[in-house]
């Protein structure tokens, strides 16, 4: 059974700083991995997949994988309030597996 | 394009009360998948669909839950009889299931807020 970590948080950022969200995993044989968000009473919103070691960037979002340490973080550049929600790490090809999310807080 | 749609978005039961969820998932995706998510945790899938047939159903508690995707489109999830641990959102989410290529990004509907008294 693959494993997702996750810190729950919450972890509080100023606006405009930097949030860095981590996550480990157990099975080294993944290999696809997304990044949902999910604000308060919704249901999860996917914001980033990555399949390769390295980067990929999609506007203020970065997300960085190493396969090799077994982790996938997502870098939020410019924080912004509206950042605030819980960001749940996934991974599997067809049959996804969740972390249980790391709660971001963004202060103005 | 228009996303997943699940209804109802609320259900209140007594236990031992049976309830039905629906979904129509995004046009042209093949992959229909039904998680369930407990208050502070991520998803758990429960059972997914691939055309109208079933791929993996490993974690679904067949003793009460069902589910069934007729003609390989809309989707229902059956409880019956449910439990107060049934308390849960009950997440649809559809992929389009490219083979070629090997990835496979899920999109989610609005849920079920499902509360057993």
């Known amino acids: 059974q693959k494993e997702v970590e996750q810190n729950s948080g919450p972890l509080s950022v100023p606006e405009g700083a930097i949030a860095s969200l981590n996550c480990t995993y157990s099975?080294?044989?993944?290999?696809?991995f997304f990044w949902y968000r999910q604000y308060s009473g919704k249901s999860p919103e996917l914001i980033m997949s990555i399949y390769s070691n390295g980067d990929k960037e999609d506007g203020r979002f970065t997300a960085q994988l190493n396969k090799a340490s077994q982790y996938v973080s997502l870098l939020i550049r410019d924080s912004q309030p509206s950042d605030s929600a819980t960001y749940l790490c996934a991974l599997g090809f067809q049959k996804l597996v969740f972390g249980t999310g790391t709660r971001l807080l963004v202060s103005p | 394009e228009a996303g997943v749609a699940q209804s109802p978005r609320y259900k209140i039961i007594e236990k031992r009360q049976s309830v039905a969820f629906w979904c129509n998932p995004i046009?042209?995706?093949?992959?229909l998948y039904w998680y369930q998510q407990i208050l502070g945790q991520g998803p758990k899938l429960l059972i997914q669909?691939?055309?109208?047939?079933?791929?993996?159903d490993s974690q679904l508690p067949k003793d009460r839950f069902s589910a069934e995707r007729l003609k390989g489109v809309d989707s229902t999830l059956k409880i019956q009889p449910a439990k107060l641990e049934d308390s849960a959102v009950y997440l649809c989410?559809?992929?389009?299931?490219?083979?070629?290529?090997?990835?496979?990004?899920?999109?989610f509907g609005p849920g079920t807020r499902l509360t057993v008294l």
């Open positions: 989410a559809s992929s389009y299931n490219r083979i070629a290529g090997g990835h496979n990004e899920q999109f």
């Open positions: 669909f691939q055309n109208n047939g079933v791929v993996d």
């Open positions: 046009s042209g995706h093949a992959t």
């Open positions: 099975d080294r044989g993944s290999q696809s």
